[in-house]
């Protein structure tokens, strides 16, 4: 971690758990992450030099005038917890490296071993043949045996074989590496729709993840994305279906006349 990270606060954390999130599909993970980090009123704790772990592929000009190269930023946010209970650090990174994810695992982990962490906590989008419709379900994976059981008591779903892409997987087996316990949470989402960011499943992530951490979150705003983008999947799939129609159908008064020229 040395000259890995810049710090800028050193705040006496109590039985601390941490949310680690990256990009993925259906931006499910960053939907959780960045709205616990403004409706929690999360502090700047430390940021990791990204220039270590990627490499910039070209350069903006504004102007006529070419900047310097732009690094994905990789930020660490901490929480106090009211009333003794285990405080929170945040860890939000706006885009994963090429080559250098199980570095940079590590270097998060780094940071978390640094301020006491108990827990690791990552999120992610379980891709189902579910209909746009449907509430989704939340899935729970755990690096352990036991901790598995832990997961019953919030009636997550339990698929038994499945595979975690990127940092928002490879994290948990990282943090298993180094006796760190790890729980990941995933949000259904339909597969049709994995290309459209998907707050119902971020949501029902969040209702799950504040309920382990013990913490009170106002979802009223993500419930409202929610439903609009429930409304924008309904109309697409409309969309769709009109093209599909068109497509492969005919309007009657077109077969009467190829019928006729047949005659």
């Known amino acids: 971690m040395k000259g890995l990270v810049k710090l800028y606060a050193r705040p006496k954390l109590n039985s601390s758990n941490m949310l680690a999130a990256w990009p993925g599909i259906s931006n499910v993970s960053m939907l959780v992450a960045t709205y616990l980090a403004r409706k929690a009123n999360f502090k700047r704790l430390a940021e990791i030099e990204a220039a270590h772990f990627f490499d910039p592929i070209g350069v903006a000009v504004r102007d006529n005038v070419v900047e310097s190269p732009q690094f994905p930023q990789s930020r660490f946010y901490y929480w106090k917890n009211k009333g003794g209970r285990s405080d929170i650090i945040l860890f939000i990174g706006d885009d994963q490296p090429a080559t250098k994810g199980y570095d940079l695992a590590h270097c998060v982990l780094d940071v978390g071993l640094k301020f006491q962490v108990k827990r690791l906590y990552t999120c992610a989008a379980a891709l189902t043949r579910m209909h746009h419709t449907e509430q989704p379900k939340v899935w729970g994976v755990a690096t352990s045996q036991p901790l598995t059981e832990e997961l019953k008591a919030y009636d997550l779903m339990q698929r038994g074989n499945l595979q975690i892409a990127g940092l928002n997987g490879l994290l948990l087996g990282v943090a298993k590496d180094r006796g760190i316990e790890g729980i990941c949470l995933l949000g259904e989402v339909p597969m049709s729709a994995s290309r459209m960011q998907n707050p119902m499943a971020a949501l029902a992530i969040i209702e799950v993840l504040t309920k382990m951490l013990d913490i009170e979150i106002d979802t009223a705003e993500l419930a409202q994305l929610a439903r609009e983008t429930k409304a924008r999947m309904k109309q697409l799939a ?14 009657i008064w077109e077969q009467g006349d190829e019928m006729e020229e047949e005659e």
């Open 238 to 251: 409309a969309e769709a279906m009109e093209e599909y129609i068109d497509l492969f159908t005919e309007p």
